[in-house]
């Protein structure tokens, strides 16, 4: 491999870069941006679930009942319902996600001593967000309850009812969270957007770059040339790499600074993995290039093949432990989900290259057969 | 009025000549055509097959100081689905090291002399690490453990207080069934598959005509258009026709082969109305590729240009998290995406089986938007060329 040769591709693609000044903005310019977006609109958690009561018994209980729901930080009271059928139809158009439905006699069952039933209507639209809801709801209910039976065995035995609450709660669960002590979502969120946007981004920029010239036909300049095909695609890629390499520090000032993510880690062990991941992704899209002709299908085969792939089965909204057999066959043949160790573990966890050698040497093998399979097939000599 | 006839038939013969063009063109990039058919339904049958977004087999480790029949019981009731016992830990640093090595999500630790504080009616602390390097699972795994701690010692002490025998049918309590409407298994699949459908076919239809119109502009044909007797709109329309019809064709491929007979999709309401509602979604997302159609010179600006639009669509349509919980100012920007109106109109129609009358603000509020576009889409392709 000659050097100069190799420097007089990248610099003849780092000015063709440079001179498209609408290009070479947007490659800092989607990034940078896709990381504001996302992180104050990413937001996993559910809260202020808008929700309407019908309550057919209008007793102290009640009304009780649904103010533990109405003071709740999770929920949103959007106003009684008249009836049962006004309150379905908000739900089917979407203005209420919970409908609580609280039966006649439902305080006087209760002041009986007797269960009393409550019915409770989930929009299961989203399956993880009804999930959650019924978390919530379970959670009010018991409180509900335990006061209930609280008041009912004071009575009984005459005990003050303070005295009764901590009898019947004799454990206290003591939880701790590790990695991200106040469970913010940002924290966890903000490092895997790195993750998710280089898997969006040098792919394209790269598939793009080398297609183009197929398109336009000035790779034949290069065919007659006595460049060679590792020249031609070191040289080619050098420039792509460089400005993915500035981007993996935007991102990572833009994690740390504007969102306040603590970076446990090393930067020394940090910025050299998130370098192999970059060449992997960059790999990628030299892949997309050498299999297909034309620009319109190296964007949309990136765009499939990278973007859909990097938000479902690298961990980012759904954890690797709950993907199918299929689903997790995918997410092991990506990059994404072994950087997703790396950096999880780097920006929250602290840990560094005794505990994620195992994730980097399997980037490093990627980037290594992504490069191999581009070089074997691209050829200078096309057959059509 | 032979003049008008006339009109209209030359319209009309442009606009199928244009739209035999493009359908030709699209038809010879075979890899393209072989991807969008893969997209259409490997990528949704895998996506609809293999995700699941609740707590499942979350992996949890016991530390059981205590070894007495209460401390086993309490242990034991960490169960299935939601919580899989991965075995016992002695030390504080083993428990540690595995929730390092991401080999347990959670670490229960049961501290000595715990049944006899129960037995005794003394309060008693038990310790719970979870891993929330996945906040929302994380908070699920808390929910789930509180309610069953919370459960086991209201039990244990009605048992010692000898109260009604820990009968539970016999205490005030509030009993709260919880019904979930329009899916009423929590069927991630129903949810994952036809969002996927929903992103696919939002992807084609940002991409394609902008991808066909860049590339007239970067080979010059488009100068052959611009003197050629065809409007503007004749150059536009039959493009976002042509590629309008193959999306509805892979949204049929994928509703018809995948969707409704692997995943038993109820689709309840009108396939027809769906159908007609997708066409007029193309339509509108087409307008945004061809607005970044005009301002972009050539295929990569123009690529560029279709993520800044496509990822925060995709993204923060409200499929992935609740609109709810996002800042006021982005809701804003939700409002203008017609992902966000898709997606109650396909929900609507293929879970809760809902007609026109409900969805109409959901409608007028794409249709909106595809006029907007494609009037100021139509203005600037027009000024470019003057």
């Avoid at chain 1, 009684?80 to 006087?108: H, K, M, W």
């Avoid at chain 1, 792919?203 to 031609?232: C, D, Q, W």
């Avoid at chain 2, 036809?194 to 005509?209: G, K, R, W, Y």
């Avoid at chain 2, 607005?291 to 279709?306: K, P």
Wanted: charge should be positive; charged fraction near 15%; hydrophobic fraction near 55%.
């Amino acid at each position: 491999m000659n050097l100069k040769r190799v420097a007089a591709i990248a610099s003849k693609e780092w000015r063709e870069i440079l001179r498209d000044r609408l290009f070479f903005s947007l490659a800092f310019v989607v990034p940078a941006l896709l990381m504001v977006l996302f992180g104050y609109g990413l937001s996993l958690d559910v809260e202020n679930i808008p929700f309407a009561v019908v309550d057919q018994d209008r007793s102290a209980a009640s009304r009780d009942y649904a103010y533990r729901f109405i003071d709740s930080r999770y929920f949103s009271f959007r106003g009684y319902a008249a009836n049962q059928r006004d309150a379905e139809r908000a739900l089917a158009a979407g203005d209420v996600r919970v409908v609580l439905v609280i039966p006649p006699r439902f305080g006087q069952r209760l002041a009986q001593g007797r269960e009393a039933g409550i019915q409770t209507l989930v929009d299961g639209t989203f399956p993880s967000r009804a999930m959650t809801t019924k978390g919530y709801v379970t959670a009010i209910n018991a409180a509900f309850s335990l006061a209930s039976v609280t008041q009912a065995v004071s009575r009984v035995t005459g005990m003050p009812p303070d005295d009764v609450a901590a009898q019947l709660t004799p454990i206290a669960l003591e939880t701790r969270y590790l990695y991200n002590q106040s469970v913010t979502s940002i924290w966890s969120l903000a490092p895997k957007l790195i993750m998710v946007i280089l898997m969006l981004s040098p792919p394209f920029l790269t598939a793009l770059g080398v297609v183009r010239e197929k398109e336009n036909g000035s790779i034949f300049n290069i065919y007659a040339s006595n460049v060679s095909r590792g020249e031609f695609l070191a040289g080619k890629l050098l420039p792509y790499v460089a400005i993915s390499s500035v981007n993996i520090l935007v991102l990572w000032l833009l994690a740390t600074l504007l969102y306040g993510v603590p970076f446990k880690g090393s930067l020394l062990f940090f910025l050299p993995a998130t370098l192999v991941y970059v060449l992997c992704t960059t790999g990628i899209g030299l892949l997309v290039s050498v299999l297909v002709r034309t620009q319109v299908a190296a964007m949309i085969v990136t765009m499939v093949a990278t973007m859909i792939p990097a938000v479902l089965y690298s961990g980012l909204i759904i954890p690797i432990v709950s993907l199918g057999p299929g689903a997790r066959q995918v997410a092991e043949l990506m990059p994404a989900m072994y950087y997703t160790d790396i950096v999880v573990g780097c920006f929250l966890k602290g840990v560094g290259l005794q505990s994620l050698w195992r994730p980097l040497l399997v980037l490093s093998l990627y980037a290594c057969l992504l490069f191999a399979v581009g070089y074997a097939l691209f050829s200078k000599r096309p057959k059509t | 009025m032979s003049d008008f006839l006339l009109w209209w038939r030359l319209a009309l013969r442009r606009f199928a000549v244009m739209l035999v063009k493009e359908l030709k063109q699209l038809g010879r990039d075979r890899v393209l055509l072989a991807f969008i058919v893969y997209a259409f339904t490997a990528d949704i049958f895998l996506a609809a097959s293999g995700v699941s977004l609740s707590l499942n087999h979350a992996a949890m480790l016991v530390q059981d100081m205590d070894r007495t029949p209460q401390s086993r019981e309490l242990a034991a009731r960490f169960a299935e689905p939601h919580f899989q016992q991965g075995g016992v830990v002695t030390r504080d640093a083993q428990g540690l090291a595995a929730l390092d090595r991401g080999e347990a999500m959670i670490v229960l630790s049961v501290p000595p002399d715990f049944g006899k504080h129960l037995q005794k009616g003394e309060p008693v602390a038990v310790a719970m690490q979870v891993d929330t390097t996945n906040s929302v699972l994380g908070f699920l795994a808390t929910s789930y453990a509180q309610e069953i701690v919370a459960r086991f010692g209201l039990e244990s002490a009605m048992r010692r207080l000898g109260l009604a025998g820990g009968a539970a049918a016999e205490l005030p309590q509030a009993a709260n069934e919880v019904r979930v409407w329009y899916n009423p298994n929590q069927e991630d699949s129903w949810f994952m598959g036809i969002s996927e459908m929903l992103n696919i076919a939002t992807v084609f239809a940002v991409l394609l005509p902008a991808a066909a119109m860049v590339r007239e502009k970067e080979r010059g044909t488009v100068e052959q258009l611009i003197v050629s007797p065809l409007t503007p709109f004749g150059i536009l329309f039959p493009k976002v026709v042509s590629m309008t019809g193959v999306i509805l064709c892979g949204v049929a491929l994928s509703l018809f082969l995948v969707l409704m007979p692997v995943f038993a999709i109820p689709a309840k309401g009108s396939l027809a109305l769906f159908f007609a509602l997708s066409g007029l979604y193309v339509f509108t997302t087409a307008g945004l590729g061809l607005f970044a159609a005009t301002i972009a010179r050539n295929l990569a600006q123009a690529g560029m240009l279709s993520i800044l639009i496509l990822a925060p669509m995709l993204f923060l349509s409200g499929a992935w998290t609740p609109p709810e919980a996002m800042p006021a100012w982005l809701r804003g920007l939700m409002f203008v995406s017609p992902l966000h109106y898709y997606l109650d109109i396909a929900f609507g129609i293929l879970l809760k089986g809902q007609g026109v009358t409900e969805l109409l603000p959901a409608i007028m509020g794409m249709t909106a938007i595809g006029v907007g576009v494609f009037a100021f889409g139509l203005l600037l392709f027009r000024r470019q060329f003057d």
